[in-house]
């Protein structure tokens, strides 16, 4: 190796280590709003179907190895019960559907289910998996919708308008509406409505209902035969429905109130994560650029080291070998500051935490207190129902 070369790599490893040490990556977002859909053909409320919109999965589970120090696990238990609500309240306003309740089980028939598994939220992006499906069992479709937002989105004048993710709840709602209006006739609405009224006089009088609807291997339902309108049997679970619905309209209440004061501190909590990730994203990118940059120098200086070009050779590729030393241990100093931020983002979830208490709901003749979950207390009004159901039949 002559010394012109042995200068010639030198020079290209300090040009690259001041290259990619100084280079940033620059993230281009939309702020582009999409509004919600309103269909333009006038509905028949009779054929109007009802949503229930499920607690969503936190996607725990579903947290890649390297991206667990980066998900508080309570905050996305949180957002689990605050998303649904968002999304049943967009649908609920866009005027498409009818009744749109977010559900804390499946044991309340719907015509029409929504379930959504989060993938990610840190404030900066947020992905959804959701599935939608009908009461006779038969799967609309499963899609991913993925937003990246800006600072924008956290301005006050922004925030008191919507949410900062808004566009992926009205981006679900119009993917909704248009497959109905594409793939859903008035006759199949009609028969979900059906379905669903079936299933739920099933599920409490099996002996007298159960006849009427069929479920294929494919875990399709259809309607076997109907009861008569007049049928007593069938009046007395319409009532019974009507007191489950009430009950579920209560539960709104519960999921209002908890969305309404998890916002503040939500927000302010997503606003600094997103400042967080943003700021833990580009410590990271730098610890890489250092790392490699630095692994380049050390090989490089090695080369001249081992070189037989005499002292000037071996100097310069033992300053190769320290330059490339305290760039790997740059790395790693900045991949501590990414623990930091890390850190931070913890302490912030900790923060949020202790401002989301147990609620009280007010039924009519009883108060119940929510200390714990929501789907604990609603198992337990169904257990009520199906005593007043047995009470009012004599155990028929």
Not at 82 to 101: E, F, H, I
Not at 193 to 200: D, G, H, I, P, Q
Request: charge should be negative; include cysteine; hydrophobic fraction near 40%.
């Amino acid at each position: 190796m002559t010394m012109l070369t042995i200068r010639n790599s030198m020079t290209l490893i300090v040009m690259s280590m001041l290259v990619l040490t100084g280079c940033a990556t620059t993230s281009v977002k939309s702020t582009e709003f999409v509004p919600v859909v309103q269909s333009s053909t006038p509905f028949d409320e009779s054929l109007l179907l009802d949503v229930g919109v499920m607690v969503f999965d936190p996607g725990l589970d579903e947290v890649a190895r390297g991206d667990l120090d980066r998900t508080n696990f309570e905050i996305r238990r949180a957002e689990s019960r605050y998303a649904p609500y968002l999304m049943a309240d967009t649908l609920q306003r866009s005027g498409n559907w009818g009744a749109v309740r977010v559900l804390p089980s499946q044991s309340s028939v719907m015509d029409v289910f929504l379930e959504g598994q989060i993938l990610l939220s840190d404030g900066e992006g947020m992905i959804v998996k959701v599935t939608v499906t009908d009461s006779t069992g038969r799967e609309w479709y499963t899609r991913e919708y993925e937003e990246h937002i800006s600072q924008y989105n956290y301005e006050q004048t922004q925030r008191q308008l919507h949410d900062p993710f808004q566009v992926i709840y009205n981006t679900i709602a119009n993917d909704l509406l248009a497959y109905v209006e594409n793939n859903v006739s008035d006759d199949q609405v009609r028969n979900i409505r059906t379905v669903s009224e079936l299933k739920f006089a099933a599920n409490f009088a099996p002996d007298i209902f159960g006849s009427y609807v069929t479920t294929n291997n494919r875990g399709i339902t259809s309607v076997a035969r109907l009861p008569a309108e007049n049928d007593p049997s069938l009046r007395r679970l319409r009532d019974i429905r009507e007191r489950d619905n009430l009950f579920v309209d209560t539960v709104q209440d519960y999921y209002a109130t908890y969305t309404r004061e998890m916002r503040g501190p939500y927000d302010a909590w997503r606003e600094q994560s997103y400042h967080e990730t943003m700021a833990l994203d580009e410590a990271e990118r730098s610890a890489r650029r250092r790392f490699i940059t630095g692994a380049a120098a050390i090989v490089g200086g090695i080369a001249a080291v081992g070189s037989n070009n005499g002292a000037a050779a071996q100097t310069a590729g033992i300053v190769g070998v320290g330059a490339g030393a305290y760039l790997v241990r740059s790395g790693f100093d900045r991949t501590a500051e990414a623990r930091m931020h890390i850190a931070a983002l913890q302490e912030l979830g900790e923060s949020l935490q202790s401002e989301i208490a147990p609620k009280v709901i007010e039924l009519d003749d009883r108060t119940i207190m929510l200390t714990g979950t929501v789907e604990e207390q609603y198992e337990q009004w169904r257990d009520i129902l199906m005593e007043i159901y047995l009470t009012e039949t004599g155990g028929v």
